[in-house]
């Protein structure tokens, strides 16, 4: 089983739609959960932090379950410009300790047409 | 430009020979880490580095990879006895050391390598 899955899609949408994209992780010690969006053949960027209490920004929210270990991203007022793929992201660090790595979903694919 | 800067953005070599990518992470970041991706699928971890310490490897990095942070500035990745299966973009990130930050990585643009 993956650390990280995600519906890799396609998802398409009409401008103007709300969508929203699921995220599992496998491991309970992750620490922090964030969101990145990639477009085609560019590097990852980063959207979103995710925290416990949920977070907003602008168009897009942030939601995580820790207790059934899911995150979840949802775009309202869909944008021609948020056609990308993205990236579901895991992080196993805690405090001072050295674990840094990033454990990166498959990403799922939006497409917004007119 | 502050941003994470990689260089060279493109490398095409033949297989058995050697490469090496360069990775400048943001000036005041402290973390700087290695990832490769192939078409379809997210970054795969390869590497980090706090400062001039490289603090954990992936079993993804063979005895044929290597990575080198000597002053804790700027990496090196190097890839001795290229194999086809090396195609893939090279990613580099950083990230500051402190507590609320720590693990928000920014991405350079990535060396894409293509093994003929």
């Known amino acids: 089983r993956k650390e990280v899955e995600q519906d890799p899609g396609p998802f398409n949408v009409p401008e103007g739609a709300t969508v929203a994209f699921n995220c599992t992780y496998s491991n309970s010690a992750s620490q922090s959960f964030f969101w990145y969006r990639q477009d085609c053949r560019k590097e990852p960027k980063l959207l979103m932090s995710v925290y416990s209490s949920g977070n907003e920004d602008g168009r897009f929210t942030a939601q995580l379950n820790r207790a059934s270990q899911y995150i979840s991203l949802l775009i309202r007022d869909s944008k021609l410009s948020d056609s990308a793929t993205y990236l579901c992201?895991?992080?196993?660090?805690?405090?001072?300790?050295?674990?840094?790595?990033?454990?990166f979903g498959q990403g799922t694919i939006l497409t917004v047409h007119p | 430009d502050t941003g994470v800067s990689q260089d060279p953005r493109h490398k095409i070599t033949k297989r058995g020979q050697n490469v090496t990518f360069r990775c400048d992470p943001i000036s005041e970041h402290n973390r700087l880490y290695w990832y490769r991706q192939t078409l379809g699928q997210g970054p795969e971890f390869l590497t980090y580095?706090?400062?001039?310490?490289?603090?954990?490897k992936s079993r993804l990095l063979s005895d044929r990879f290597s990575a080198e942070r000597p002053k804790g500035s700027f990496s090196t990745l190097e890839i001795q006895r290229t194999e086809q299966g090396d195609s893939a973009m090279y990613l580099c990130?950083?990230?500051?050391?402190?507590?609320?930050?720590?693990?928000?990585?920014?991405f350079g643009p990535g060396t894409r390598l293509t093994v003929t």
């Open positions: 580095f706090q400062n001039e310490a490289q603090l954990e």
């Open positions: 992201v895991v992080n196993r660090g805690a405090g001072g300790t050295s674990y840094g790595k990033l454990t």
């Open positions: 990130a950083s990230s500051l050391g402190s507590a609320k930050l720590l693990y928000e990585q920014y």
